[in-house]
């Protein structure tokens, strides 16, 4: 007979199906889902609500938010992996010592890893992937006019370069009336009267779904692989475990406030960067897939149960 | 196929610098029920840690079935049941649930027996975990184990901290289906009235040394207290190199020792012009000779 771990119990029971009576377990789960619906659609609600999906302001909303952002989804991250990898921490579905009852019975432990990695992937990026999706079928994304910095111009170049299909908007004028105000603004204190009509840029709410993906999965994969290097090191020792996860979340709250303020640009030329070398950066990320897990499973198969 | 169904050589695994199995030595007959004694803390449960595939040795050697515990397959691990002393199992889970859960990961699982062994010791599969008992929930975690229907079933400490009616009534059960299934058992326990009863071979473990190691009618009858007296010639000089234990007074000499046939002692008397009374002891006395430090 085919020794293999059967995987659907695996995934069931990772889901903590089985674990709680049904309207508890409804309960999380309608909350889970209102989260990720609401997480889902969070980026593309401030592109197209807030900014007019329009780029050249959105960066900034985006900057404001990523710190709450960051904060979260390190936390929530680190606690998941803790919870799948660490010994130590206790976790909701499978307590301290029920680490030891899977590990004693007929169980890969490389399955049940994949398992557990598979269920946190999809819970984590699941709201992405759907943001992804929905940014397919929305409208239009532009990038400009914009006064509000001297590189304006530059900018525009940038992003020009990332997205080579874009092109000026129709039936927009490029040049401002003599007189009057412009966003508020007295004409006089423009720079120049005469400014470039906004481009749009074919698929910008794509690529700004998928940057945001792309970075999600990069940072899971990180912490994946930062828990399961630290895991042999804290496996017996709960508050050596609660220190090294907590530490990534500290160490993301006090720094998400500055990063807007020290490097104002970050987010838009990381955005960028991502569009000019979007295939390299998608094999880059695929291949780390399997490299993160490989690794974590080797380290994982070695971890005592004291 | 090998005699043993564990072998173990020279292992040795510290914690922390401090040594908690040294120069293990163990050897498991296939269909035996093997004993595994010791105090606290003198490497039982490490050694049946390192067997189950918990935790490695720093050095030496383990086979179980033949397998190094770290290799261990999927299909390795359908011969093996283990149920731990403080072993928990998933506590939001039913009774009925986690026995279907179980049953995914082994293609002999043995419902019946679930049946049985729920009728028995008249378990509730609706229950959740958390709301058994601890005697109870060992008594699950026994269940669990035995209707995988392994090969070697590895209990350690399976009827710790439970009233002494319970563990009765749960060691007898369990002798039961063992002897009906014809399994290799090593069970680890310190109280030394439940291994008497029902063990073939008896490991005694102290300070993480395997001290013995045979079948227990044997260990009975060559392990013997002998006390010796009326030295004619005085007491000085007499020692005995290989006792389990050996102390002497001014006039007398009290020896635990191993005594392969029944010439010894007279010769040992004669040599030193004394006289000898031999106590036969059971295995608890053994035990506390052994271990006695």
């Known amino acids: ?142 990038f400009g006019p914009d006064n509000s910095q001297p590189e304006s111009a530059l900018r525009r170049e940038q992003y020009s370069n990332a997205f080579p299909a874009s092109r000026p908007k129709e039936g927009t004028v490029g040049v401002y009336p003599k007189e009057g105000t412009v966003r508020g603004w007295p ?95 998608l094999i880059g990320l695929l291949a780390l897939v399997p490299a993160v897990q490989i690794f974590s499973e080797r380290r994982f198969s070695k971890l005592e149960i004291l | 196929m090998n005699e043993y169904i564990i072998e173990t050589k020279n292992v040795f695994r510290s914690f922390g610098g401090s040594a908690a199995v040294k120069d293990l030595n163990l050897r498991v007959r296939r269909g ?29 050697e383990i086979r179980v079935n033949g397998v190094e515990p770290a290799k261990l397959t999927v299909a390795d691990r359908w011969k093996i049941g283990y149920v731990s002393e403080r072993q928990i199992l998933p506590p939001g889970m039913r009774v009925g649930a986690l026995i279907q859960f179980t049953s995914n990961f082994y293609p002999d699982w043995d419902f019946a027996v679930c049946d049985r062994i729920l009728k028995r010791f008249g378990i509730d599969p609706g229950k959740r975990i958390k709301a058994l008992s601890h005697g109870t929930a060992r008594q699950v975690a026994f269940l669990l184990a035995m209707a995988q229907k392994p090969e070697l079933l590895i209990l350690d400490e399976p009827a710790a901290n439970l009233d002494v009616v319970a563990r009765r009534a749960f060691l007898e059960e369990m002798l039961d ?19 008497e009863r029902v063990a073939d071979e008896i490991g005694i473990i102290s300070q993480g040394t395997l001290k013995i190691s045979e079948p227990l009618d044997r260990l009975k009858e060559t392990v013997k207290q002998v006390r010796f007296y009326g030295f004619e010639r005085g007491i000085n000089g007499f020692e005995i190199p290989d006792a389990i234990r050996f102390s002497k007074s001014k006039d007398e000499a009290l020896a635990t020792l191993r005594l392969p046939d029944e010439t010894l002692l007279p010769k040992l008397a004669a040599t030193h012009r004394c006289q000898y009374e031999i106590t036969h002891l059971n295995l608890e006395d053994i035990f506390v000779e052994v271990v006695k430090e």
């Not at chain 1, 698929?203 to 990180?222: E, P």
């Not at chain 2, 063992?178 to 310190?190: A, F, G, P, Q, W």
Request: hydrophobic fraction near 55%.
């Open chain 1, 1 to 142: 007979m085919k020794a293999r771990t059967p995987y659907w119990p695996l995934f069931r029971n990772e889901l903590g199906v089985g674990h709680y009576a049904g309207i508890p377990w409804a309960m999380c789960l309608g909350f889970y889902l209102a989260i990720w619906l609401l997480a889902s659609s969070l980026p593309l609600l401030i592109l197209f609500k807030t900014c007019e999906g329009n780029l050249a302001t959105f960066f900034t909303a985006f900057g404001g938010m990523f710190g709450f952002a960051l904060v979260w989804w390190v936390a929530i991250t680190a606690w998941l992996f803790a919870f799948a990898l660490l010994p130590g921490i206790s976790n909701p579905i499978q307590t301290v010592r029920a680490f030891e009852f899977m590990f004693t019975r007929a169980i890969d432990r490389r399955h049940l890893l994949r398992t557990r990695a598979a269920v946190i992937h999809l819970v984590l990026l699941g709201p992405l992937l759907l943001n992804l999706l929905v940014s397919s079928g929305s409208r239009e994304t532009t």
């Open chain 2, 177 to 195: 289906l063992i002897r009906e299934e014809d399994k290799t058992v090593l069970l680890s326990s310190h109280i030394l009235s439940d291994v």
């Open chain 2, 32 to 60: 035996s029920i093997y004993g595994f004694l010791g105090r606290n803390g003198a490497g039982k449960t490490t050694t049946i840690k390192m067997l189950a595939g918990l935790i490695w040795p720093d050095s030496g």
């Open chain 1, 187 to 281: 004409i006089t204190a423009l720079k120049s009267l005469e400014q470039p009509a906004p481009i749009v840029i074919p698929r910008g709410s794509m690529a700004l779904s998928a940057w945001i993906l792309w970075m999600g999965a990069l940072g899971l994969l990180l912490m994946q692989g930062y828990c399961v290097l630290v895991a042999r090191h804290v496996q017996n020792s709960p508050w050596r475990a609660v220190m090294v996860i907590g530490g990534p979340i500290v160490a993301a709250a006090l720094l998400a406030p500055w990063i807007p303020k020290l490097y104002p640009d970050l987010f838009e030329q990381s955005f960028l960067f991502f569009a000019r070398n979007l295939v390299p950066l």
